[in-house]
């Protein structure tokens, strides 16, 4: 972010230093100053990608390419996004081997991630379906192996993280045309948005893959110059209009506290941090006002159901995973033996219901390891 904002006040510069724009047309149209300044920034992160990739043997720059085509890929489903994270990973892993690099496995993060991933491992062996629990723990092990990949191979060249960013922003983006397709289409059903996966996971897109773009849209909409700032602003709000749309009330959470928290972080203009959560706020009741269905789900169902009582859908669902860890308090049921092991685990509990998780990271973590 720091380097970006480097970028942006560099062309500024370059730009206020051309012989006319201090001429009647800058100052009649500062739209065009502006215009000029969103273009140039865009074309130096571009360039910028171009020359990093350029600058790479032909083998490691398929690799960056076929990395930063990543979040169109998850935006068609989920066996090739799996398959994604599983090539890179693999290759990661085969890199490390051949070039002898692993000064990655002396950090402490990742240290952390192998002894859990231990934890994992030994709760399996133990489970009543050990084959499945140990299998699904030792595959599990892509995704942290994946984080090692875009920090310590992939990433490791700052003009690829803005290239990243922007490919997910532009990503987030057509999802967002996709969505507005199946509103004119075929609508919301049941208060809910499913496309382009087939199930209710659309907003899990938007709230996951592309909530680091989401979060540099809103610090630069609080700090970035006007056309920059604006141009930010509107994407983010457009973006989480949506989030709003695929019904998804946790990951709407997700996204705007997420937003919040990020524009409090990076040198916020106080006034138009304001300004963004009072437009982002009176978006949210209007769209609520628009659609009174809307409004029940995301407010007075959210509050009716939340795991506060017995009747709770949430409480239902997320106590056979506490029942999960009572009965094996130690090393759990097993790594993602949950979904096999549920009815088990509840058959004396007739008013809790089985899901393939029990809704809730921590609780999950828990019962099962």
Known sequence: MKNTAGIYTYHFYFFKRLPWEHSTLSSRFPILVESFFVRTALQKVWRDTFDALSALP??????????????FILLIERSPADA???????????????????????????????????????SGVFSKVPLYAFTEAFIW??????????????GTDKRLIYAMLSTTALAMLVMCIILAAELYFVG????????????????????????PSFLVMVALAVSARPNIAGIAGLLSLITLIFSILTGERINFLIRACAGMLAGLMWRPKWNRYFLL????????ILLFQVSPEMSKRFVTTFINQLPTQ???????????????????????????AFRELCPDIISNRQDLKCHTHPHNFYIQMAGET
Do not use: H
């Not at 959560?277 to 949210?284: C, N, S, T």
């Open 58 to 71: 032909v083998s490691e720059r398929l690799w960056r390419i076929f990395w930063l085509l990543g979040p």
């Open 84 to 122: 994604w994270i599983s090539i890179i990973c693999l290759g990661f892993i085969a890199r490390s081997i051949k070039l002898k690099e692993v000064q990655f496995l002396s950090v402490f993060w990742v240290k952390a991630a192998f002894v859990f991933w231990a934890v994992c491992l030994i």
């Open 141 to 154: 092990f892509r995704f942290p192996l994946f984080g090692m990949a875009c920090v310590f191979w992939l």
């Open 188 to 211: 919301q059903v049941q208060g809910r948005l499913s496309w382009p996966f087939g199930d209710l996971t659309s907003g899990n897109y938007l709230a996951k893959v592309g909530l």
């Open 277 to 284: 959560v009072a437009i982002e706020i009176v978006a949210v």
């Open 310 to 336: 017995s009747e709770s859908p949430y409480y239902r669902s997320m106590m056979p995973g506490i029942l999960a860890f009572q009965q094996a308090p130690i090393l759990g049921v097993g790594t993602a």
